[in-house]
């Protein structure tokens, strides 16, 4: 076994706009490194202002942008190598995304019942003997749901919070070892945020899944990463235990987006601070 899940060493994306005559370049994201390590689920909240690289990052852990420079290997393999529909599956048993909007993860005109079982059925040869729809079911019923009560539904006939819900059950089918969640609940009522969130906790808990947790809001971060990561354009300024970076930052950064969040019980720096933070 590896004693990394997650390897990105030195990771760099640069975009060229425009033409021959306007072209512009932009680094997305500039030298970052971020480790997670094998047999220790944890999460990860990377939270950074607008622009600042973390979608892109996102993308190129989850081998959807390929870097400019730098390396990335899951597992000990290199996704640089990753090639034909096996080695893509085999990926993706390993790491799942989850999007911001789960109405634009769903076709609105599929039920959404047969996205999950064309997914169990994708991943069926290396995930056990049980038929489809007990898998289905099965996945549904850790995140909340069932098929009883999702079976037959049309997506916007799902609540925004009910179909994010689905997408992280569709993601455990393939039962990974790593989620990454592109603002999850960004579009989500301010009412359910904090159960998909705390969904977030029982699949590190109880199913040992790492989940990199991409952020505007400081407020669900700090409740529930184990590390925060801090990006500005497109380079990591402070990383550490989460409840120490947020308490006490020490990047003028952290502390911008700390009290843009007015957070009371961040800003008051209560809660125990004892971790060990990072300023790049
Ligand atoms: N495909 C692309 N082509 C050109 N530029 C891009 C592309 N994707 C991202 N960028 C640029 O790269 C920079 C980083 O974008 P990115 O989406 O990664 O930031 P972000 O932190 O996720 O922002 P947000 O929080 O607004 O989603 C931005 O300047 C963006 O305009």
Redesign the pocket.
């Known amino acids: 076994m590896n004693d990394l899940l997650l390897d990105v060493r030195d990771v760099s994306k640069t ?1 060229v ?1 425009g033409g021959l005559f306007s072209r512009e370049e ?1 680094v ?1 994201v500039n030298k970052v490194s971020l480790q997670l390590a094998a047999g220790r689920p944890e999460i990860l909240a990377i939270i ?1 202002e ?8 996102a993308r190129m852990i989850l081998n959807m942008v390929t870097p400019t420079s730098g390396r990335l290997l899951l597992d000990g393999t290199d996704l640089a190598a990753i090639s034909g529909s096996a080695g893509r599956i085999a990926f993706m048993h390993k790491v799942q995304p989850i999007f911001q909007n789960p109405f634009e993860s769903f076709n609105p005109l599929k039920r959404v019942e047969r996205y999950l079982l064309m997914t169990r059925r994708r991943f069926a040869a290396a995930a056990g003997g049980s038929t489809a729809a007990t898998a289905v079911d099965a996945a549904l019923h850790k995140v909340g749901l069932s098929l009883k009560e999702v079976g037959g539904r049309y997506p916007h006939e799902l609540s925004g919070g009910q179909l994010q819900r689905v997408a992280i059950a569709r993601a455990l089918l393939a039962e990974p070892k790593l989620i990454v969640a592109d603002e999850p609940v960004s579009m989500i009522d301010a009412s359910l945020r904090i159960s998909i969130v705390n969904l977030f906790r029982t699949l590190r808990d109880e199913l040992g899944i790492s989940i990199i947790y991409i952020t ?1 809001d400081l407020a669900t971060a700090y409740y529930i990463s184990d590390r925060i990561l801090i ?1 500005q354009k ?1 380079s990591v300024v402070e990383s550490g235990d989460a409840r120490a970076v947020l308490t006490a930052p020490r990047h003028p950064c952290t502390r911008q987006l700390r009290e843009a969040a007015l957070l009371p019980q961040i800003a008051g720096g209560g809660a125990n601070a004892s971790g060990t933070t990072q300023v790049i």
């Open positions: 975009f706009r932009i997305a950074g607008s622009g600042s690289g973390k979608t892109t990052l505007h990006m497109g």
